[in-house]
């Protein structure tokens, strides 16, 4: 017998509309949630910037969890789900 396990979290209220796509990210807010792993906030820097150059996004917003191990902050998703066209989560090392 094969166990499989989903480590997805259940979806919190307030968050945006999940399985939306966007067809342009031109003109679009883009939000990054760094989860606190060593070298992370390189990647979202270098990621920003391609971003903006190479596909036209209007503006990056990022915050920074205090931990990798707890969700974040209530206030940190909010902002993030009311100024966001996209919201990408992440880990480093």
């Known amino acids: 017998m094969t166990l499989l396990y989903d480590p997805t979290a259940p979806r919190r209220s307030g968050a945006g509309k999940a399985g939306t796509s966007l067809a342009t990210l031109s003109g679009k807010v883009v939000g990054f949630i760094d989860n606190a792993k ?13 971003l903006i ?35 990408i989560t992440g880990s480093g090392d």
């Open 38 to 50: 060593p070298n992370f906030d390189h990647l979202v820097d270098e990621l920003a910037e391609r």
């Open 53 to 87: 150059a190479d596909y036209g996004v209007k503006r990056v917003i990022k915050r920074r969890k205090t931990l990798a191990s707890i969700p974040a902050p209530d206030e940190i998703v909010r902002e993030l789900a009311d100024e966001c066209d996209l919201v």
